[in-house]
């Protein structure tokens, strides 16, 4: 069974930092690319970054760069996503997508058959 399990999540202060991880199993992670999504309430999922099957490729939504840092231990069937100066407008609940897909659709949520459940991020004061 095809399983993506988020964790990492939480309320932190704005300029904290968090990682957040994504577990794999079911597939053959390896040959997958993966994304991190985030979605506020009543607003539609909006890529944050990708990841290619080795991890030598990375691509980064504008508003995180410099910020979030995504990565990947195949050996462990994890990715994960560092952030870093955390601010309000991060705040959301993060999910991380995997699939057989190209660099130019990690950032299109339709393009990724398998998703987690997701994980609660909240910067607050």
């Known amino acids: 069974q095809v399983q993506l399990v988020e964790s990492g999540g939480g309320l932190v202060q704005p300029g904290a930092s968090l990682r957040l991880s994504c577990v794999a199993s079911g597939f053959t992670f390896a040959a997958y690319a993966v994304g991190w999504f985030r979605q506020a309430p009543g607003k539609d999922r909006e890529f944050v970054a990708g990841?290619?099957?080795?991890?030598?490729?990375?691509y980064y939504e504008d508003s995180v760069k410099g910020r979030f840092t995504i990565s990947r231990d195949n050996a462990k069937n994890t990715v994960y996503l560092q952030m870093s100066g955390l601010k309000s407008e991060d705040t959301g609940a993060y999910y991380c997508g995997a699939d057989y897909i190209s660099p130019e659709s990690w950032s299109r949520a339709d393009e990724y058959d398998y998703w987690g459940q997701g994980t609660q991020v909240t910067v607050s004061s």
């Open positions: 990841i290619s099957r080795k991890g030598e490729d990375t």
